[in-house]
């Protein structure tokens, strides 16, 4: 009987005959899109979003969404879009649904990610001047849009995270 460096030795294999001998074409036969999608985790990135309010700043925006893509498919995919709804204190304020300028490759076995970069308007940015603490939770929903051999996929993505609030920072006054 083989033992277990056999096997490994065998595992290999047939994955790097996956991935080099057989073609796309003959591999999504034995993919569905529901399986495909199951070979994408999406986690939101470790760095913390932020609010960006300063009076002094031209445009206040909210700057550092985003998500890691886990592609554990043989496939080379590909980030083209996203739509997404982002929620602060439980409401909705912004809602990205876009097509991406260019397409971010996601290669097999491989990690990719994107950003999120919006415009607070005026009312937005004076809410959070004036938000009692220096963070604020924020739900990210939707889903990212990703091209592959079968075709455009959405994949849902959701995260809870904390947002920090950059704004004015005020000296305290002297006392004496």
Not at 4 to 31: H, I, M, N, Q
Not at 60 to 85: C, T, W
Not at 106 to 127: C, D
């Amino acid at each position: 009987m083989p033992d277990a460096s056999t096997w490994s030795e065998l595992a290999r294999w047939s994955v790097t005959l996956g991935k080099k001998a057989l073609p796309e074409r003959v591999l999504r036969w034995a993919w569905t899109d529901k399986k495909l999608l199951g070979a994408i985790d999406a986690f939101h990135f470790d760095q913390a979003p932020h609010f960006f309010v300063q009076t002094d700043r031209h445009i206040a925006e909210l700057q550092y969404v985003g998500f890691n893509l886990f592609n554990f498919s043989p496939f080379k995919l590909a980030i083209v879009g996203l739509d997404l709804r982002i929620y602060v204190d439980s409401q909705e304020w912004f809602t990205p649904r876009e097509r991406l300028p260019t397409e971010t490759p996601m290669a097999p076995y491989a990690r990719s990610g994107f950003h999120v970069k919006q415009t607070l308007n005026e009312s937005q940015a004076k809410r959070l001047r004036e938000y009692p603490s220096e963070w604020t939770p924020i739900r990210i929903q939707g889903h990212v849009i990703i091209k592959s051999v079968l075709g455009e996929l959405r994949k849902e993505i959701h995260s809870d995270v904390t947002a920090l609030i950059d704004r004015d920072h005020r000296v305290p006054a002297r006392v004496g």
